[in-house]
């Protein structure tokens, strides 16, 4: 992560150790704008979900939240009643700290599921949570919203608009539990932009369609998966106009910062050494192309032969064809980089010593064309490893032990 973090105007941060981990690691951590803001999120889509997420849903309905508050090593998720009120409890010992009301404060939780939260260690470090925001505290909260990542992930981008500059910068955690349609992760991102709520959210859905909804590690899905984005017009820019160039520029450099970001997330994931990304041309719709993507980033075998090195289209076009989307066999070709696996649904005259040299990297594009239509869709991907099921194997059962 740069030490160059550039924060747009009016926003602070922290991020301290509370006790909930072990080791003194950074575990909560805080976001605070001095201004009004619009606000805007997408959540998980897992019918499971955790109190923090059902509580910042509620709290997304009111306007001007002017805070979020993140644990690590503890998702309060499936904690039945005690779960929704330490999350509300959560809220209220950051607004206390801040001077705010609790419906303006975001919550979030990240860790394992179905352990109670420790709120005691929360309530107690919330007052120095808040006397620790600093300009320069987006590092210490990249570091608190962190599970099992191994780097804090950062991105930022700036564009301008006449002679005001308006800054973005977000912070996300993830590295395992990542499917595509809201990837098991968390995602904060501010912005001194001045712009409607209504544009703010459709820029948001249109950056996470990109985004983070086309990322893949394992193919799970979790009960806390949250992005939210939050503008507070300290730039002082001319109120962003909907269906305007400035609009337009906006929405790509949010895209951008979102982008960076998801791709941060894969290349972190769990066991990961493959970083690959799927792009699915030719289809009869995007929906056919998005179906396509997922299947095969999603398959088991395909992920276990890129860590082989081993360029096996046949567990690709295996994955195409159970993935519910039109295909017609004898119209796939497969690529790896730019040298064809299949042509026609058959074996391509590409020399296998090629094709391996092209899985083995660590970074490779896997392209499939169906040739049946305009629909496109590309997902980033990785590959699947011994290191992941040995990381996975224990979490729960060791937690409690501990306990």
């Known amino acids: 992560m740069s030490d160059k973090i550039k924060t747009p105007k009016g926003f602070k941060s922290s991020g301290i150790f509370s006790g909930i981990k072990e080791n003194d690691k950074l575990d909560l951590g805080l976001i605070f704008s001095e201004y009004p803001t619009v606000c805007t999120a997408a959540f998980t889509t897992n019918q499971v979900k955790a109190a923090p997420v059902r509580l910042s849903k509620k709290h997304l309905r009111r306007s001007d939240i002017r805070a979020v508050i993140v644990n690590s090593g503890n998702a309060n998720a499936c904690n039945g009643k005690r779960g929704d009120e330490d999350a509300l409890s959560m809220a209220r010992c950051a607004a206390d700290s801040l001077g705010i009301k609790?419906?303006?404060?975001?919550?979030?939780?990240?860790?394992?599921?179905?352990?109670?939260?420790?709120?005691?260690?929360?309530?107690?470090?919330?007052?120095?949570?808040?006397?620790?925001?600093?300009?320069?505290?987006?590092?210490?909260?990249?570091?608190?919203?962190?599970?099992s990542d191994s780097v804090p992930k950062v991105a930022t981008s700036q564009i301008v608009f006449g002679n005001k500059k308006i800054t973005i910068t977000g912070s996300a955690k993830g590295s395992g539990m990542i499917a595509p349609n809201m990837a098991t992760m968390l995602a904060f991102i501010v912005t001194d932009a001045a712009i409607t709520p209504s544009d703010l959210k459709m820029a948001t859905r249109m950056a996470v369609d990109e985004s983070f909804n086309s990322i893949s590690v394992d193919g799970d899905m979790s009960t806390n998966d949250t992005v939210m984005v939050m503008a507070n017009g300290a730039a002082n820019n001319s109120v962003l106009k909907k269906d305007s160039k400035n609009l337009s520029r906006f929405t790509g450099a949010l895209k951008k910062v979102m982008l960076n970001l998801s791709k941060q997330l894969v290349k972190d994931g769990e066991g990961v050494t493959k970083f690959v990304t799927i792009e699915v041309n030719g289809a009869a719709s995007i929906k056919d192309a998005r179906k396509v993507s997922k299947a095969v980033s999603e398959s088991s075998l395909v992920k276990c032969s890129w860590n082989g090195s081993d360029p096996n289209w046949g567990r690709v076009i295996d994955a195409v064809g159970y993935s519910g989307a039109k295909i017609k066999e004898e119209k796939v070709d497969i690529f790896f980089g730019k040298f064809a696996g299949a042509i026609g649904g058959v074996v391509a005259s590409t020399p296998i010593e090629r094709l391996k040299k092209e899985v083995s990297k660590e970074e490779f594009t896997l392209r499939i064309e169906l040739n049946l239509g305009d629909g496109s869709h590309r997902l980033f991907t990785s590959d699947l490893s011994e290191e992941y099921v040995a990381f996975n194997r224990l979490e729960y059962a060791l937690k409690i032990q501990g306990h």
């Open 102 to 147: 609790p419906w303006q404060v975001f919550i979030c939780s990240t860790g394992i599921i179905g352990y109670p939260l420790p709120i005691d260690k929360i309530r107690n470090a919330a007052p120095s949570l808040a006397t620790s925001l600093r300009v320069s505290g987006w590092k210490n909260f990249s570091k608190a919203i962190m599970t």
